[in-house]
Structure formats: C-alpha cells, structure tokens
C-alpha cells in the first residue's frame, strides 16, 4: 500500500492551495482519512480527518479556511486549503487506515511542502 501525496507548493498569503493523495495497493477500503502537517522545529499535528461515514474534524487553526474530502471510489483524500496563512507553513502528511479483509494498519504519504510567503 501506498499514499502519494501532491499539490504543495509556494503561495502568497491570501492564496489557496488543493492538495490530493491518492492510495494504491491491495486496497477494500479506508476509516480514518485525513492530512497532518509539520512545521520547523514544531511536532507534527492533525490539521483534518474525514471518517468513512462523512463527519469532518478540523484544527481550530484551520476551521473555516479548510475543507477535507475524500473519494471512497477512488482512494483519494484532498484538502482544499483558502486564506493561507504564513503559519501554514509546513510539510503536509496524509493519513489512512486500510483495510483489505482486515484492518492493515495507518499509512503515510511521503509529504509536500505547503510554503505560504507574507
């Protein structure tokens, strides 16, 4: 299995960014899709997750300015990133749980960095 993340890349604060991640492998399917992401020198944290089911879960950072989706058919997660902010900078990481007949474990894409210039 894995997860190709893309869509990074170098904007202007105010911009907007998409970013997509698209899954390949001995794939049934996905709980837990969403996108983290890790600054210099910060930890990595969640940014957003999308359950299976369709509920959203946001960073209070990032509410309102993101929005996270995903595509059951075709193994993909996106983030549509609005109203970037110079504190978005950061190396954004996808996320899945996979299942095949069983749950395989979390996966993580390689990351694409996301730079927002003031």
């Not at 993101?66 to 990481?93: C, E, G, H, W």
Request: charged residues 15%; contains cysteine.
């Amino acid at each position: 299995v894995q997860l190709q993340a893309s869509g990074g890349g170098l904007v202007q604060a105010g911009g907007s960014l998409r970013l997509s991640c698209a899954a390949s492998g001995s794939i049934r399917s996905f709980g837990v899709m969403g996108w983290y992401r890790q600054a210099p020198g910060k930890e990595r944290e969640l940014v957003a997750a999308m359950l299976a089911i369709g509920t959203r879960n946001y960073a209070d950072s990032v509410r309102d300015r993101f929005t996270i989706s995903r595509d059951n058919a075709k193994n993909t997660v996106s983030l549509q990133m609005n109203s970037l902010k110079p504190a978005d900078t950061a190396v954004y990481y996808c996320n899945a749980d996979v299942y095949n007949s069983r749950w395989l474990g979390k996966y993580w894409g390689q990351g694409t960095l996301v730079t927002v210039s003031s």
